[in-house]
């Protein structure tokens, strides 16, 4: 089956941008005095307009134009989310540098491949523990030419260790100021001369199949996205929209959403920089949207789930919410027996779940994992609609969304305006559209992600329903077979499992295997209130061993298993001593397993589950 979207998007009914690079005085000539940027110092919330943010990016962009960065040069970020990484991003892009992001939390050694690979000219550095890094490689980088960091080690370069110091790091209030000293019309030059053709950002994947590769995303690729996601996106420009932003703006999730918010003349919120912070600062922020990986929303309700005096009342509640909302999104009237269980749950816990986003949640999106359908319908019911998305960097972020008008729980949404999707004979997603990427930077022969007559190979299983929404159903990469010949979804059990407050990450193992089994990760923040609780030891080595725990992590997977036929369940697990890391390799940064990564470093543990 194939689907055509709506008409393609024309020109922004925001800023009308035509590139990315003239985005901002395009914002700040139309948005003026509104908040673009709200960010945290000393326990307060400052603001940044719109006329504000241009005179910031103009500052740095002019600043870097000083410091000898030419068009097309590459400009690394490694750095996390902050204004200041904002304002670097769009300083280098307004210039006609190509802006390369690199994790905060990678290792020297993964920041090694992505600057030289990039072959960048100049990065920016958040701090000493960044430019610490750099250091460790610098040798071996001879074309990396300029450093720059945002926080002054020891807040001032005498408080810098040799090596550091050795860098010769230009602060980035430095670079700003040396942009005052030079002309406007150079930056108005460099603007001018930006093409839609022409790379805007060098995105390098978070390797869940190997080494990163870094997607080239033109001007043209965003500026298209941009323009789609406005016109399904709830946020409005005169609304006092507010959007909170935690995920790091190395990911293309993230990234877009900054465009599309400036674009439209939104406040974007930075969260403090403590992931441990985020709920108490959703009620500081009071956001209008909230865009998130699932863990968020997994946590949150496993809590509620766990709390919940009976589990059957509990269903029954989200069942009545689930109904009153869609008829109240339908303009329907609610029936008399639905009010009243409704009006009881609202006060009883519904209310309570909205409180905990701040309030005032509109829409929330999760995205760049799967997450269960019974979340999704707990949220709705509770008047946080968590919509789910769909895209990949290879597309520009994104191809696909659900809205709270037109959604349906398990599934991806429909394609944005101007994309295509379509079910290969294998069962492989392929989309088409002005988002798609321009290829592997240095990669030619990569097959994986290929576009063939327009058509990108994403990698992942999919399917259409009548209506037009797009469903995935498994990764090819991640597709078991077992040795009788059987094909398994691993997503599907492991997002089950997850749904257990003791249970942090699942990952099934089976390939070529008589049946499968499971690796599984205690959450530390609930498991060691319930040793607590039970006079069992407190450190985690012991509590995987622990038979009591061992029993709840079991009557976890019963309850799972009870959804799938024998040939499918999990037979046998095993649980891990710690917990899943990007540290380690285990995990993207954005929290996705790496499936290889785990089968490799665990292979004895899957041995042992199969022995005798």
Request: with cysteine.
């Amino acid at each position: 089956m194939e689907v055509t979207a709506a008409p393609p998007a024309t020109a922004s009914p925001a800023t009308a941008a035509q590139t990315i690079a003239d985005l901002i005085p395009h914002a700040a000539e139309r948005y003026g005095d509104r908040a673009a940027v709200r960010y945290k110092r000393d326990g307060a919330w400052l603001d940044v307009t719109y006329a504000e943010l241009d005179e910031i990016v103009s500052e740095v962009a002019l600043g870097l134009i000083d410091l000898g960065i030419e068009p097309g040069e590459r400009v690394c970020i490694l750095a996390n989310t902050r204004p200041e990484w904002s304002y670097a991003d769009l300083g280098a892009t307004s210039a006609g540098a190509i802006v390369v992001p690199i994790y905060q939390t990678n290792s020297p050694e993964e920041c090694h491949w992505v600057i030289s690979d990039s072959d960048a000219c100049a990065i920016v550095c958040e701090d000493a523990s960044q430019l610490a890094k750099v250091a460790a490689i610098r040798d071996t980088l001879p074309h990396l030419r300029t450093i720059v960091v945002i926080d002054e080690p020891g807040g001032s370069p005498a408080g810098a260790t040799p090596e550091i110091a050795a860098l010769a790091a230009i602060p980035l209030d430095e670079v700003r100021a040396r942009g005052r000293t030079r002309s406007p019309e150079e930056l108005d030059a460099r603007r001018a001369g930006v093409r839609l053709k022409d790379t805007y950002t060098i995105i390098y994947t978070s390797g869940t199949t190997g080494p990163p590769k870094g997607c080239v995303l033109t001007h043209g690729n965003y500026r298209a996205i941009v323009d789609m996601v406005e016109q399904r996106a709830s946020l409005q420009s005169d609304a006092g929209d507010v959007v909170y932003l935690y995920l790091p703006l190395a990911h293309s999730f993230a990234l877009l959403l900054q465009l599309v918010v400036l674009d439209l003349g939104v406040t974007l919120a930075y969260f403090g920089g403590d992931t441990k912070q985020i709920v108490g600062e959703l009620a500081e922020v009071k956001p209008t949207y909230l865009p998130s990986v699932p863990r968020i929303f997994e946590k949150i309700y496993t809590l509620v789930c766990a709390n919940a005096p009976d589990p059957e009342e509990l269903a029954g509640a989200v069942r009545v919410g689930v109904r009153v909302r869609e008829l109240q999104q339908a303009g329907r009237p609610i029936p008399d027996e639905l009010q009243a269980p409704f009006e009881e749950a609202e006060e009883r816990l519904f209310k309570n779940v909205r409180a905990a986003f701040g309030g005032r949640v509109r829409e929330a999106i999760s995205g760049a994992a799967p997450i269960a359908k019974e979340i999704l319908e707990f949220f709705y019911a509770c008047g946080v609609p968590v919509m789910e998305g769909y895209g990949m960097t290879e597309t520009a972020t994104a191809a696909t969304a659900c809205s709270p008008e037109a959604h349906r729980f398990g599934s991806v949404g429909k394609p944005f305006p101007g994309v295509e999707v379509k079910i290969a004979d294998d069962g492989e997603l392929l989309i088409k559209g002005p988002n798609i990427f321009q290829g592997y930077h240095n990669r030619t022969e990569e097959s994986f992600g290929a576009v063939e007559d327009g058509w990108l190979h994403t990698g992942d299983l999919g399917r259409i329903d009548e209506d037009g929404f797009v469903y995935i159903v498994g990764r090819k990469k991640d597709i078991i077979i077992t040795a009788g010949g059987k094909n398994l979804t691993p997503a599907n059990i492991e997002n089950d499992l997850k749904q257990c407050r003791w249970i942090s990450h699942a990952v099934m193992h089976g390939d070529q295997r008589p049946y499968p089994v499971a690796l599984v990760t205690l959450d530390e923040e609930e498991i060691l209130p319930y040793a607590a609780e039970h006079g069992l030891p407190q450190d985690m080595a012991s509590l995987a061993r622990e038979p009591s725990v061992q029993a709840l992590v079991q009557e976890a997977l019963d309850r799972a298993n009870t959804k799938y036929a024998q040939v499918e369940q999990v037979k046998k697990f095993a649980i891990l001593d710690h917990d899943l890391s990007q540290e380690t390799g285990e995990l993207t940064p954005t929290l996705k397993v790496k499936r290889n990564v785990v089968n490799d470093m665990y292979a004895d543990v899957f041995d042992s589950l199969y022995a005798g």
